[in-house]
Each structure stands twice: as C-alpha cells, then as structure tokens.
C-alpha cells in the first residue's frame, strides 16, 4: 500500500494552519508522497508524477485554512491529484507510457509486507508485479476506481468523493475493474502456460 | 443485470462489496450462502481477495523528500527566485563593502560612518535575532514530543 498518512493527521492539520513549521513540513512529506504515487499510477510518469505531485501540494497548503481537520486529507488530496492528472492529459496530451518496461523501472512495486514463508513471498510479489503490469491495461476510469480502492485503501464513500460519482456507482464500477483486471491476467497465465494467480488455484 | 447475474440471482458486483466489507448485513449472510453452494463464485472471490491482498501488500518508489518543499514552485520561477537572491546578495556586499572602504579612506565624515555603520550593525542584529530563534525553535519546539 502507499505511504499513509499518520493517524494522527487531524493534530497535524491543526498544527499546520497554526502555522507550526515541524508540523508543515511532515504534513508535506506525506501529502507529497502519497500525490506522487497516485499521480504516477495514473500518468505512468515519473518526471509527470513529480511535477502533478507539486502542483497539488501547493494547491493542499493553499487552501488548507478551509479544510475540516476532522475529516481525513486522503479523498480530497486524490480528487486534486486526479483533477490536476486529467487537466494534463487534456491540455498538453499527456500520454501515459506504452511500454510496461518503463512502468516497472519507474515505479518498481515491492512487497510491503515481508511474509515468514519465502515461497508465499516470492509468489505474492510475483502476482504483485504481474497484477500492476495488468494495471496499465485498464481504461482510465477503471484504473483510478481500482488503484484508489486496492492500493489506496479507500472506502466506497470516499471514492465516490474522489471520483464524484453516486457511492452507488462504485460497486459496479470497481467489480467491473477488478473483472477486467482479472481476465487480462487470465489471457497473460494462458499465455504463459498457467492459471492466472499462483500455479494450481483452489487451496485456499 | 448481466447474464451470470440471473444466473445466480444477485448482482454479482456484490462480490467486491462483500470482499471490501461494504455489504449490509442480510446482503452479507445472502452472499455467504450462495458461496457455499456456487463453486464458480467462490472461485471468483477467492481469486479476487488474492489480487487484493498482492495489491496491497506492493510499495512504490518515491523521490527524495526533498521533492516536497512545502512551497514548491515550479522550474522557471525557482530559477528566477535563486538569481535575484544572488543579486540581491552581491548588491549587499559590495554596497557595504563599498562604503566600508570610503569610510577608510575618509574618516573625516561622520555622516558616511552612521550611515554604513548603522546599516552593518542593523543586518547584524537582524541576523543574530534570526538565529537564535531558529536555535530556540530547533530545541523547544514542543511539536517534536506531540507527534513522534
């Protein structure tokens, strides 16, 4: 998952429109992390990712005097990131890259949680890689949907605030992504020889 | 409704509510019970919560923290900002310098030396009240025990 934001970030809110440099500065750290990893799941960009992750940074700090400290930052961070993504790709044509390649090279995704069984690590890390491979391949609006909920970790309601779609839209949207991302990696293991998650499914 | 959505009486999108925790409760004990005795949706959602659970489970790369200047501004205006801070360095320096060396060689007047005096003492004082704030800060900021 991405970097998340401390839970203690309603404190960390508070404090930075006190204007409490420490607290700035921390807030900023995640903020700018988590709008770089989003931005370049969407873009593909690392150089893109950057300048989108900056952009929105500035936008977060200049009108964070009106956000509601009690709410958590992450759906209206990833609405800015997403909206600033979106401007791009229709002023300047931003195209995300082709290449799978450059994708993993760019933004190599790694196992977050180091399993006790190398096996069931290498094969989780494996279906890790081949999983954001398949990402790449999803249309604009079934990657967002997918990466905000199974990477992000956001809730239905917080999506359909990113999104600005009915909470009752998610559901059929994002089981509709999870559907093609699952058929991608069905036609790449058939490709390959094999199922498409780990070899011999139905042990679990 | 989709054709496996008759076949099995319920909208199958309720597999990801059931995976992401977003069904109600009799939704939930619905889903449960069709699972049981429908190998083809049980197959779906275990592979489903296996993609899950390796999407999560990745970490992405980031930039140096330094990336994120909490006022972070772009390329063209950075460089303008950098410049007229050299500017503005070198035009102190030598104006000061400059008046240091009149006053050196003509010490006989007395404006020149409250002048250029006065200024050096006061960017001095400025200086010594910046740093021992930040000095002050750096050890008390009480923020420090609060959030780490």
Known sequence: MSAELPSHEGALVSLARDGESSAREELARHVGRSAYVFALQLTERPDTAVDVAQDSLLKFFQHLDRFDADRPIEPWLYQIVRNRVRDL??????????????????????????????????????????????????????????????????????????????????????HAARKSLREILIAEGEARGGPPGRRGDGDE | MAMSDLQHGFDEAMISGYLDGELTQGEEQRLSLHLEICAGCRNMTDELRRFKEATMATEFRVPDDTQWDETPRGRGSGFLRNFGWLILLVWVVGTLGYGLWQVAIDVEDLFQVVIVFGLSLGFGLLFLSVLIDRLTTRKTDPYRRVQK
């Open chain 1, 89 to 174: 790709m229709r002023r300047e044509r931003v195209r995300r890259h082709e290449s799978l390649d450059a994708w993993l090279e760019a933004g190599h995704p790694e196992s977050a949680d180091p399993s006790a069984d190398p096996a069931a690590n290498a094969e989780r890390s494996d279906l890790g890689h081949r999983i954001w491979r398949a990402v790449s391949q999803l249309s604009q609006s079934h990657r967002e949907i997918f990466v905000l909920r199974d990477h992000h970790d956001l809730s239905y309601r917080e999506i359909a605030e990113v999104l600005s779609i009915p909470q009752g839209t998610v559901m059929s949207r994002l």
